[in-house]
């Protein structure tokens, strides 16, 4: 079955850099598209960025844009998260998760998410 594992959080201050990682299996990896997604507390999920199966285009939301960087490992079925430059606000248990190129359908189970705290 589709198993989405995001590792790679933690605490750091703010103006400080995390990378995390999210391992996929259950699935063609290399076909879908990938999905960073955040949740802060008493906040609805947001869509932090995306990047299509070949990795030839990539998306941010305007919050994180210039200081995030997502990328993919196809031959480890792996998809990154890097993350420069952070704010309080980026505060939020982080997602992962992968659409389909041509029904546009995103997995209905999500992981366990990574935890990011930014604060001094």
């Known amino acids: 079955q589709v198993q989405l594992v995001e590792s790679g959080g933690g605490l750091v201050q703010p103006g400080g850099s995390l990378r995390l990682s999210c391992a996929a299996s259950g699935f063609t990896f290399s076909s879908y598209t990938m999905l960073w997604y955040r949740q802060a507390p008493g906040k609805e999920r947001e869509l932090v960025a995306f990047i299509t199966s070949a990795g030839g285009s990539t998306n941010y939301a305007d919050s994180v844009k210039g200081r995030f960087t997502i990328s993919r490992d196809n031959a480890k079925n792996t998809v990154y998260l890097q993350m420069n430059s952070l704010k309080p606000e980026d505060t939020a248990v982080y997602y992962c998760?992968?659409?389909?190129?041509?029904?546009?359908?995103?997995?209905?189970?999500w992981g366990q998410g990574t935890q990011v705290t930014v604060s001094s």
């Open positions: 998760n992968a659409r389909n190129p041509v029904t546009l359908a995103e997995f209905g189970s």
